[in-house]
């Protein structure tokens, strides 16, 4: 079974700062996928990044990147220059390998709710 | 449009009564997910539509919670009986193979 943990219920950052959200997950896939989703209090669930478990690269998007660190079973996610419209609930998900069929939902984290002081 | 579509945004229902949940995917895509959101909570699997395959029925919380899929396009959530514990934001998302699951912007149900 796959679990996806963030520690991490509350975090704060000052405005034009960066911060890191912690995700670390367990699975016994050797292939898999994470993401990283935002849920402004409009309740609306944006995708803002995604690094394949083979990918050598961290990914990285504008101002989000991923630190993967694959031995340690991490995907933090580093969200450069915070902004006041950062401020979010953001969720750590992963995804198992194409081959696993039907079984192959996301499994999300609980969640870390990112506030941006200005 | 481009993105997953939901109706209706909102619904409110009396105990007992039975709702229906749809969700419009992204033309092409052949994933669909359906996900369960109480107030202040994380998202809780219902169930996944791969293509053709049987569905991953795993996460229905009751028999009182049913989904389909017709033609591999739009997908309707039923729950029977509705509780008040039923009450949430129900969440649709579609992917392709290739592609991140995107999100609908849900529907939110009431139970009185």
């Known amino acids: 079974a796959q679990k996806i943990t963030q520690t991490q219920p509350g975090m704060f950052v000052q405005e034009k700062e960066a911060v890191t959200l912690d995700c670390t997950y367990d699975?016994?896939?050797?292939?898999?996928?994470l993401f990283w989703y935002k849920q402004p209090s409009s309740g609306e669930m944006i995708f803002l990044i995604y690094?394949?478990?083979?990918?050598?690269q961290n990914a990285t998007e504008g101002r989000y990147s991923l630190n993967f660190q694959k031995a340690r079973k991490s995907a933090n996610l580093v969200i450069s220059a915070s902004q006041l419209g950062d401020s979010a609930m953001y969720f750590c998900?992963?995804?198992?390998?194409?081959?696993?069929?039907?079984?192959?939902?996301?499994?999300f984290g609980s969640g870390t709710q990112l506030t941006v002081l200005p | 449009g481009a993105g997953v579509s939901q109706s209706p945004s909102n619904k409110v229902t009396e105990k007992g009564k039975d709702v229906e949940l749809r969700c419009d995917p992204i033309?092409?895509?052949?994933?669909l997910y359906w996900y369960r959101q109480s107030l202040g909570q994380g998202l809780e699997f219902l169930i996944y539509?791969?293509?053709?395959?049987?569905?991953?029925k795993s996460g229905l919380p009751s028999d009182r919670f049913s989904a389909e899929r017709t033609g591999g396009s739009v997908s309707t959530l039923t729950i029977q009986r509705t509780q008040q514990e039923d009450s949430a934001v129900y969440l649709c998302?579609?992917?392709?193979?290739?592609?991140?699951?995107?999100f609908g912007p849900g529907t939110r149900l009431t139970v009185l």
């Open positions: 690094q394949g478990s083979y990918d050598e």
């Open positions: 699975t016994s896939d050797q292939s898999y996928g």
């Open positions: 998302a579609s992917s392709s193979s290739l592609t991140a699951p995107f």
């Open positions: 539509f791969q293509g053709n395959s049987a569905p991953d």
């Open positions: 033309s092409g895509h052949t994933a």
């Open positions: 998900a992963m995804r198992r390998p194409i081959s696993s069929g039907s079984a192959r939902q996301l499994t």
